[in-house]
């Protein structure tokens, strides 16, 4: 069984992917209690079946103490984590996120990977993360990973909804290979499975994008994250007054002073069209005043578990914490079913090279 480590795991997207496509998750790393609490609710801890969970910032780790631990006996097939991506964010202004010490994590992540020398690493961030005002961190990484004998497949940007998910969302993807992996072996990027129109009268082999609408199903009686955001009677009124299925701000006829004289923040409060794919689930996904996360039909913000589905998580997968907190572990997770995609489609490579006993030296 191919085996892993999960950096900066969050709730668990990687963890449950990985597990999903046959993997053996050994170790997760992350410091957010309600994320942690989450984690070991779901996965359950080494002495039972689940991951060995370090409850704490990574860069109070060794990357030596768990090598020798976990990977003295066999090898570390594939590291796996999205380091915290808030200071290479979108909504970081002129030269904000530049000097962020988060950004300094991204290289924390390699000093796992140049301890455990893994087959592989496969890291996610944001698209922002490619800026030029960020480059120095990535092409301190690019050359570390290089130095270390990896090969780094190019950065590319992955839309889920072009691999069948319901949800508008553009992260990157970085990829490692080790040099004695036979790199003829592993095409990479995965091609997509599902396009735009456009896109399919170029390929007609593509699938149109899923629409989220499934998302919207009844909940069972007893979630826990079947719940929403309390709202005045002000912003009910409103929501009200909002066209079904993707109806926005300007047409419920909502105006505030800093909507004045812009164009800018036109999906905030508005509504979710459920015939299209969603937008993407961000840390404020289950607040309505931080973009279009208003219910299709009804008249509040969207709940944890309509969100959580949204990021392909099953229902039975429970988020700790309270509506914030679980808002925050949905948003920051990789969702389920792209990262199963992907782990599926390096898989065959990884176990072709643990096949040649092929030591990552």
């Known amino acids: 069984m191919l085996t892993c480590i999960d950096l900066f795991a969050g709730a668990g997207g990687f963890t449950?992917?990985?597990?999903?496509?046959?993997?053996?998750?050994?170790?997760?790393?992350?410091?957010?209690?309600?994320?942690?609490?989450?984690?070991?609710?779901?996965?359950?801890?080494?002495?039972?079946?689940?991951?060995?969970?370090?409850?704490?910032?990574?860069?109070?780790?060794?990357?030596?103490?768990?090598?020798?631990?976990?990977?003295?006996?066999?090898?570390?097939?594939?590291?796996?984590?999205?380091?915290?991506?808030?200071?290479?964010?979108?909504?970081?202004?002129?030269?904000?996120?530049?000097?962020?010490?988060?950004?300094?994590?991204?290289?924390?992540?390699?000093?796992?990977?140049?301890?455990m020398r893994p087959t592989a690493f496969l890291m996610e961030n944001v698209p922002g993360m490619l800026w030029p005002r960020h480059a120095s961190y990535l092409n301190r990484f690019m050359a570390e990973a290089s130095a270390a004998g990896y090969h780094v497949h190019a950065p590319v940007v992955i839309d889920a909804r072009d691999f069948g998910l319901p949800q508008r969302r553009k992260r990157v993807f970085v990829l490692g290979t080790h040099k004695s992996l036979m790199q003829r072996s592993l095409i990479w990027p995965p091609q997509p499975s599902h396009g735009s129109p456009t896109a399919r009268g170029r390929n007609p082999n593509l699938l149109p994008w899923n629409d989220c609408s499934s998302a919207f199903r009844p909940a069972e009686a007893n979630d826990p994250n079947n719940i929403h955001m309390n709202h005045s009677d002000e912003l009910k009124r409103i929501f009200a007054a909002t066209p079904l299925n993707g109806g926005s701000r300007r047409q419920s006829g909502r105006m505030l002073a800093c909507h004045d004289g812009h164009d800018g923040h036109s999906d905030v409060y508005g509504r979710i069209d459920p015939r299209a794919p969603a937008p993407t689930m961000t840390t404020a996904c289950i607040n309505p005043s931080k973009g279009r996360f208003v219910h299709p039909t009804l008249n509040h913000g969207i709940t944890a578990r309509q969100a959580a589905r949204i990021q392909t998580f099953p229902d039975d997968f429970v988020f700790e914490g309270g509506l914030m907190a679980a808002g925050t572990q949905i948003g920051n997770a990789v969702p389920v079913e792209l990262a199963k995609v992907l782990l599926m489609h390096i898989a065959p490579s990884l176990e072709a090279h643990r096949n040649l006993g092929t030591e990552c030296g």
């Open 16 to 115: 449950l992917a990985a597990m999903q496509s046959g993997y053996l998750v050994k170790v997760a790393i992350e410091s957010d209690p309600h994320a942690v609490a989450t984690y070991k609710r779901a996965f359950g801890q080494v002495e039972a079946s689940g991951p060995d969970v370090f409850a704490q910032d990574i860069r109070n780790v060794s990357p030596d103490t768990i090598k020798t631990k976990y990977f003295s006996k066999e090898p570390c097939d594939i590291i796996l984590g999205g380091p915290p991506c808030q200071g290479f964010s979108a909504h970081r202004i002129n030269g904000a996120g530049i000097a962020d010490e988060r950004n300094e994590l991204v290289l924390r992540y390699f000093d796992f990977v140049r301890a």
